[in-house]
């Protein structure tokens, strides 16, 4: 008989395999990925000449990536933006959302009164209720004027901004993905009361239209944003004349949101228990191995 034969060591061999590869397992374990999201949504922001700014203030919603989606919604009355004089009715509506799997959305802007929105984190935005539209005075008009009880001067309407409703809504994923969308349904600028422009009902990033010696409308602006996110503004009035400077109506940011992955692939927690584990590998099967791969004729005793 051949004496110098190992006698079964693959088994050996395989045992203490597995349980250093157990242990390397546990050494390389760190938090999982996630993706993390974030939003903000803004119904109405008016710039004053000589006085400070008023808005609706802003939603936001963030995800760390589990969990349910987080909505942050509000509809402020208009009584929040003062004495600005310029949107005579509507309602403000502003909505951000953050779902868990990286992808997050936003939908701002004035709707009838009594109106709501809802956006899912696909960015549409959809609109429910509602009645009278929304109007933003650009120019006042004049009013009636009655003597001995009678109309002298009957009242003249001005210029003024009408809509069903104006939106923004963005949407952003960590792939990353970002898109806008602007809503103008039904809009257009009438004076004494008849339309002398109507604007588009989607209109491109970057619309810009005049209303002669009123206003300049800017539609759909998207303003540089860093990689991975998109800001949105759906309507911005700048007058020519008067108090306000510039009233934005819809303004959204999406984004960046970011799959987040371990720094180390050795995190700190985990490498003494990995080193306690190899060592314990190491006694155990440091003899099995020894005597696996030692030939018979070598072994003492």
């Avoid at 395989?14 to 397992?25: E, N, P, R, Y």
């Avoid at 868990?100 to 709501?116: E, H, I, Q, Y």
Wanted: hydrophobic content about 45%; proline content about 7%; overall charge positive.
């Amino acid at each position: 008989m051949d004496h110098t034969t190992p006698r079964r060591p693959w088994a050996a061999l395989l045992t203490a395999g597995g349980a250093g590869a157990a242990a390397l397992v546990l050494a390389t374990a760190g938090p999982a990925a996630a993706d993390t999201s974030t939003a903000t949504a803004n119904a109405v922001t008016v710039g004053a000449l000589g006085v400070s700014t008023v808005h609706s203030g802003t939603v936001s919603a963030s995800n760390p990536g589990s969990g349910d989606p987080v909505t942050s919604a509000q509809a402020p009355a208009l009584s929040v933006l003062g004495g600005q004089g310029g949107i005579t009715a509507g309602a403000l509506v502003q909505t951000a959302v953050a779902g868990a799997d990286g992808t997050s959305a936003a939908c701002a802007g004035l709707v009838g009164s009594g109106g709501r929105i809802s956006v899912g984190t696909d960015g549409v935005c959809t609109t429910s209720g509602g009645s009278g539209g929304v109007q933003v005075v650009l120019v006042p008009g004049t009013p009636e004027v009655r003597a001995f009880g009678k109309v002298v001067t009957p009242a003249v309407e001005g210029t003024i901004l009408r809509a069903d409703a104006v939106l923004v809504s963005c949407r952003a994923s960590s792939a990353p993905t970002t898109g806008s969308t602007v809503t103008l349904a039904n809009a257009r600028v009438t004076t004494a009361g008849s339309t002398v422009l109507s604007l588009a009902a989607t209109p491109a990033p970057g619309t810009e239209v005049s209303v002669p010696g009123v206003a300049t409308l800017a539609l759909h602006s998207v303003p540089p944003a860093p990689a991975g996110s998109t800001q949105a503004t759906a309507l911005t009035i700048k007058l020519l004349n008067g108090a306000v400077a510039a009233v934005n109506v819809g303004t959204v940011t999406c984004g960046a949101n970011a799959r987040t992955v371990p720094a180390d692939a050795l995190p700190g927690p985990a490498l003494p228990l990995a080193a306690a584990a190899l060592a314990a590998v190491g006694l155990r099967f440091r003899r099995p191995v020894l005597d696996a791969l030692t030939p018979r004729s070598t072994r003492r005793g």
